[in-house]
């Protein structure tokens, strides 16, 4: 029952800045721990950023000081500011989250939105 929409990707130039979001909606109680991972063309899905509990941030040493995972408990959102943005950080980029619903806690994907570093 619960969907996860994205959006924020697109193409920025090298050194550039993006923001993305994911918004949960359905019959939610609440949100145990969220994830934002990628995957480049042919490469494995790799974990980019994550939450889990109430505050603690887990980051990719690749990712580390460049970006910031963050939520807003209100919306049901989860947001990634990517700074200082490299051609390898080029990907598709995924959203998970673990929620507790009527039915239970279960994991769920985003669709993935693309993200292209190029000059």
């Known amino acids: 029952q619960v969907q996860l929409v994205e959006s924020g990707g697109g193409l920025v130039q090298p050194g550039g800045s993006l923001r993305l979001s994911c918004a949960a909606s359905g019959s939610i109680f609440s949100i145990n721990a969220v994830g934002w991972y990628r995957q480049p063309p042919g490469k494995e899905r790799e974990l980019v950023a994550g939450?889990?509990?109430?505050?603690?941030?887990n980051y990719a040493d690749s990712v580390k000081g460049r970006f910031t995972i963050s939520r807003d408990n209100a919306k049901d959102t989860v947001y990634l500011q990517m700074n200082s943005l490299k051609p390898e950080d080029t990907a598709v980029y995924y959203c998970?989250?673990?929620?507790?619903?009527?039915?239970?806690?279960?994991?769920?994907w985003g669709q993935g939105t693309q993200v292209t570093v190029s000059s």
């Open positions: 998970n989250i673990n929620a507790r619903t009527l039915y239970g806690s279960e994991d769920y």
């Open positions: 939450i889990t509990g109430g505050s603690t941030t």
